[in-house]
């Protein structure tokens, strides 16, 4: 086990079951293949979050919601990228190697543009250099790591593949290979979670449902969910049924299977099925619910893993400077 992944997180604040099941599982599966490393990108949220208490509550929501959901923080790395001045220095190093026509193409940057000239506006309205240059800061974080393998959504694929680009361009120079040169593990739907509106589970479609509301919030929620309006006495097909997808993803194989049964036989409605989803989804979120309310509960607690966990990673961090300083010529 001597491959290192590295998972960043944008501290966003509220995490909801689709990232748990999309985003958040998968990585904290990685942990079991690679020496895996996860970070909370909080000077990437600056670029977003201008408010002081955003940021503050945002960063610390995140770190709970991980340890909540199981992230280990002896047997993996856990810190946050402020934590770590080495990557601000790598930024500087990696600027002067990274052509600003390939931050032009950067699809970000690209869209705001874009959106600018549509309205009328100059071209660079609103932008600032902390967008403009965001791929240069995370090519920084992946490759201070000797990162091999970057999990990322979609979206994120241009990122890891401009971290790439800056890494070559630098190697190349010095004819060494100084930096590890990183590959983006696309994660695959490992399944989709849907909305309470049937469409995918996305803050943008607002149909989500909170990974940490109370239960009575919950069982509010779960009632919420639209179905057709088949009778008690018909028989239903659990293929083709929002709420039998998410029972799958709470359920063991054996409640899957006998619900399935139920909806087949006909004389269960859908206030039974979605009852007989509250149980199952509050069996396994209760414990995570606490967990991260313990956790927001004691701040202390949350700063001592972060800063544990950033004492690791600074100690692999300055290794990699050092070793760049001495090859650039900085240092001798
Ligand atoms: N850009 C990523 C996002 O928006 C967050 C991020 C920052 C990141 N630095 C990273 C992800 C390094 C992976 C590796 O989600």
């Known amino acids: 086990m001597s491959k290192v992944s590295l998972t960043g997180i944008k501290p966003t604040g509220d995490v909801h079951i689709g990232n748990y099941f999309g985003a958040i599982k998968p990585a904290l599966r990685l942990a079991e293949t690679y020496e895996a490393r996860y970070f909370i990108a909080d ?18 929501s995140v770190a709970a919601s991980w340890l909540a959901a199981g992230l280990d923080p002896n047997r993996v790395i856990f810190y946050r990228q402020s934590s770590i001045p080495e ?67 979609k979206d994120q694929v241009q990122h890891v593949e401009m971290a790439q680009d800056i890494a070559q361009a630098l190697n190349y120079n010095y004819k060494k290979d100084l930096l590890v040169i990183p590959q983006a593990l696309i994660q695959e739907e490992v399944a989709v979670v849907p909305g309470l509106d049937g469409r995918k589970m ?10 940490f509301v109370p239960e009575k919030q919950l069982r509010k929620l779960i009632m919420r969910i639209v179905t057709n309006s088949q009778t008690v006495e018909e028989p239903k097909d659990p293929d083709k049924c929002q709420i039998f997808a998410l029972y799958k993803l709470f359920a063991t194989a054996e409640e899957q299977a006998q619900l399935a049964q139920r909806y087949r036989a006909g004389g269960m409605g859908w206030g039974e099925a979605k009852e007989a989803l509250f149980q199952v989804m509050n069996r396994e979120l209760t414990p995570i619910r606490e967990r991260y309310e313990a956790y927001m509960a004691n701040p202390a607690e949350l700063d001592r893993i972060l800063a544990e966990g950033a004492e690791k990673a600074r100690a692999i961090a300055r290794q990699t400077i050092q070793r760049l300083r001495r090859a650039i010529g900085i240092e001798w």
């Open 87 to 153: 990557t601000f220095e790598l930024s500087t190093i990696l600027m002067c190697f990274t052509a600003k026509g390939l931050m032009n193409r950067a699809h970000a940057y690209k869209a705001a543009v874009q959106a600018n000239l549509e309205k009328g506006e100059d071209p660079d309205a609103g932008i600032n250099m902390g967008l403009y240059t965001y791929p240069v800061l995370m090519a920084a974080d992946i490759l201070l790591f000797d990162t091999h393998v970057v999990p990322v959504g």
């Open 202 to 211: 996305s803050k943008s479609y607002n149909n989500t449902i909170p990974l």
């Open 43 to 60: 000077y990437h949220a600056l670029n977003t979050v201008k408010n002081r208490d955003e940021l503050v509550q945002n960063i610390r």
